[in-house]
């Protein structure tokens, strides 16, 4: 198992290929997550994308678009270990202690903010002036 495993939720009141488009534009995924390399494993059009994940950490990821109403729940998946220094495709061990926990909680913590700022500012763009409760 990842040492790193999140699993996040937003919804976003946009067009579910709107959002795909957006989630497709590699230029973005460096702004998303710049320290780390993303390799498209299984592209899934509508559905989202599945990357293998190298650089600070060594795993997987995954968008997927789940249409629901007239927006979509947005789904991220990070399931990493942090990277052997020096080399960015394998992971290194992480002690069985009270500090190595620390420091994953602390790695796991800083991915999973990351992703909040990251998602929540995707989410003013796309929503616009929308106001909640009102229809796409």
């Given at each position: 198992?990842?040492?790193?495993?999140?699993?996040?939720?937003?919804?976003?009141?946009?067009?579910?290929?709107?959002?795909?488009?957006?989630?497709?534009?590699?230029?973005?995924?460096?702004?998303?997550?710049?320290?780390?390399?993303?390799?498209?494993?299984m592209?899934r059009?509508?559905?989202?994308?599945?990357?293998?994940v190298?650089?600070?950490?060594?795993?997987?990821?995954?968008?997927?678009?789940?249409?629901?109403?007239?927006g979509?729940?947005?789904?991220?998946?990070?399931?990493?270990?942090?990277?052997?220094?020096?080399?960015?495709?394998?992971?290194?061990?992480?002690?069985?202690?009270?500090?190595?926990?620390?420091?994953?909680?602390?790695?796991?913590?800083?991915?999973?903010?990351?992703?909040?700022?990251?998602?929540?500012?995707?989410?003013?763009?796309?929503?616009?002036?929308?106001?909640?409760?009102?229809?796409?």
């Open positions: 198992m990842a040492s790193v495993d999140l699993v996040d939720e937003t919804y976003v009141v946009v067009d579910r290929a709107q959002l795909a488009l957006v989630v497709a534009d590699r230029t973005r995924w460096q702004l998303w997550w710049p320290e780390l390399t993303l390799t498209v494993f592209d059009g509508l559905d989202g994308i599945r990357w293998s190298s650089g600070a950490m060594v795993g997987s990821s995954e968008i997927w678009l789940e249409q629901v109403g007239d979509v729940l947005l789904h991220y998946y990070l399931r990493a270990d942090p990277a052997l220094p020096g080399s960015p495709a394998m992971a290194r061990t992480i002690p069985a202690s009270p500090h190595g926990r620390r420091q994953i909680d602390a790695l796991r913590n800083r991915h999973a903010m990351a992703w909040k700022r990251t998602v929540w500012a995707l989410k003013d763009e796309l929503e616009g002036g929308r106001r909640p409760g009102d229809p796409r």
